[in-house]
């Protein structure tokens, strides 16, 4: 650590990435970096307003988060090591539940308005967290939405049942406080409004984010133009803006991923019989698989190491499909086994719908003809790390750059997307260090006594509606968790955010610090050192820490001659777009 400047906060540090990756793994994973240990900390505290504060200096979506995130950061949980991983997410959601539900308004901080302008296409994650971020820099951000209502794929894909309307619209209610201006039914492209008069009406930047809003297609016999055949990104939306009518009687769902469990999760409470035809097994599917545990839970139907070859018709509509058995072969460049037909395995389902969910991709016919921006062989506008296109002042982020992805990695990116534009119009090099991070060490109690029952407490888990009271409702499956459960769960956190740090030329090596850490993470170990004594010790040594095996008890902090210290590593990756906000209590 190279020490920087003393804050108010505390002593200011640059920090490789990779200690960060190894020590305070949720945060280093998560794409946004939200700060895990921190908010959860408060909700131990019971300062429930705090951690959501905390929350929206790295999230402008915390709600939407907290139903439906795929919690990247629980699979590195260090609890999880042991044990079941922290619940992350349903702490989140239990903080914006309870914020919502209290109606806790937090206001907008005064920010010093600049004259810059910046147009923004597309109203989904990533767009609206690039402008909420941007009108924190004070920039005057407008929105182009080609649909009636903002939100994206939060709005039109996802069903109800997992999240709810009202929580999108809570989230993005703090981006329009700050300031931001959305236009709905004004899309960009011919014949209407293109991106040169954008340009030529003053904005300094473009930011596209339009997502990756049209599925590919089967590219089987009797697929086009079929009653019957549709994909699911227009079933879906077309359930989500009220067209409740069942698809059909037996419907098939091609896919793996989570919009093939949504849409046939969707598809069960609308129809009797539901079947996803997945080409590998459950094993392989991208989706969430607790996700695939409540389809299964629901009734849904499963044809794994299958794939669709024909779809049958009669008179238009159709009829059954025909499917061919698959087996998995040497891995391909997703790592997983790749599926290989088995000559002579055909087989038939019979169906009267089939709901296609394979992949997305990016629909650029929006872009004018001659435009030139570059466009990757997998279909995707072609960025660089700071999401800076060929063009001069364009930058793209979001599904339209990385193909379908998550709403928390689309957040991500238009991070990303808002400190490049934001140097870009200052006229600064737009680029970021990718192996540095700037921190804050700060002093304080942060201990709790623990180290008696760390490991006996069980994960929470939220209550949810009875499989047999879904079909035919659109009710909310998960009913979050209780106050006295999300109290307990964040005491399961084991804060790795706190540094444990020896002074090595005050130690006097008297073992005590070994002797009381429960998990043996500090061991005294004997060095050469030329036959050089210490006082106080018969022989040389060194205390050795284990980080990752660390609880941070606290025990060893009780040092008889104070050469062991506890930090708090407080890593704010968004301070430049969050200097202006409020203080609020870490």
């Known amino acids: 650590m190279a020490q920087a400047v003393i804050s108010k906060q505390g002593t200011r540090v640059s920090l490789d990435l990779d200690w960060l990756q190894k020590n305070i793994r949720c945060q280093h994973r998560c794409p946004a970096h939200m700060d895990v240990p921190g908010y959860i900390r408060l909700i131990s505290q019971g300062k429930y307003t705090e951690s959501y504060k905390l929350m929206l200096e790295t999230n402008p979506f915390p709600a939407v988060c907290g139903y439906v995130c795929p919690r990247p950061c629980e699979s590195k949980c260090k609890r999880g090591d042991f044990d079941k991983p922290v619940a992350i997410d349903a702490l989140k959601r239990f903080v914006t539940d309870y914020i919502y539900k209290n109606k806790i308004k937090i206001p907008p901080s005064k920010v010093k308005q600049r004259e810059e302008k910046v147009a923004i296409i597309g109203a989904g994650p990533a767009g609206l967290t690039a402008a909420n971020d941007l009108a924190g820099m004070g920039c005057k951000v407008t929105i182009f939405e080609k649909e009636s209502q903002i939100g994206g794929m939060m709005m039109w894909a996802i069903p109800s049942f997992r999240l709810p309307r009202e929580q999108i619209m809570f989230d993005v209610s703090n981006i329009q406080a700050r300031g931001v201006e959305i236009k709905t039914n004004t899309p960009v492209g011919s014949p209407g409004k293109t991106i040169s008069d954008l340009f030529e009406e003053g904005y300094k930047s473009v930011f596209i984010a339009v997502g990756a809003q049209k599925v590919r297609m089967l590219e089987i016999p009797g697929e086009e133009g079929t009653e019957g055949v549709m994909d699911c990104l227009d079933f879906l939306k077309g359930v989500n803006t009220g067209n409740l009518k069942s698809p059909g009687k037996k419907v098939a769902v091609i896919g793996g991923g989570n919009s093939a469990i949504d849409a046939a999760r969707t598809a069960k409470r609308l129809s009797p019989e539901v079947y996803i035809v997945y080409r590998r097994t459950r094993n392989e599917m991208p989706a969430l698989q607790l996700e695939v545990e409540e389809a299964e839970h629901e009734g849904v139907k499963f044809h794994y190491l299958a794939a669709p070859v024909k779809i049958l018709t009669e008179k238009g509509k159709v009829k059954a499909m025909e499917c061919i058995k698959m087996k998995l072969g040497e891995p391909d460049s997703s790592g997983r086994k790749r599926p290989e037909p088995i000559p002579n395995s055909e087989f038939t389902i019979e169906t009267d719908c089939i709901i296609t969910a394979i992949s997305q991709e990016a629909d650029l016919k929006f872009l004018e003809e001659g435009y030139d921006i570059d466009v990757t062989r997998w279909g995707t506008l072609a960025v660089d790390d700071n999401l800076k296109s060929n063009k001069e002042g ?46 804050t060490l700060i002093e304080g109690d942060f201990i709790s006594e623990r180290e008696k029952n760390y490991d006996v407490t069980p994960r929470r888990e939220m209550k949810t509606l009875p499989e047999t009271d879904r079909e035919g409702t659109f009710n909310l499956v998960e009913f979050g968790l209780t106050e006295s459960q999300a109290q307990i769960e964040a005491e399961r956190c084991l804060k790795c955010d706190l540094s444990i740090n020896v002074a090595t030329d005050d130690c006097i090596l ?15 170990v004997d060095v050469d050192t030329g036959g050089e004594h210490r006082p106080h010790v018969s022989k040389d040594g060194i205390v050795i820490r284990y980080t990752d095996v660390c609880i941070r008890c606290g025990n060893c902090k009780d040092c008889p001659v104070d050469a062991i210290s506890m930090k708090r590593v407080f890593w704010e990756p968004n301070e430049e777009i969050n200097k202006i906000l409020e203080g609020s209590n870490r």
Not at 411 to 439: F, L
Not at 510 to 523: F, I, N, Q, T
């Open 394 to 439: 364009i930058f793209a982020g979001g599904d339209v750059t990385l193909g379908p992805s998550t709403i928390i990695e689309c957040i991500a990116q238009g991070h990303t997307a808002a400190k490049s534009i934001d140097r870009y119009i200052r006229g600064e090099e737009v680029q970021e260090s990718k192996d540095k991070a700037w921190v």
């Open 510 to 524: 008297c073992g005590r610090c070994s002797s009381v850490c429960p998990v043996d993470a500090l061991e005294q």
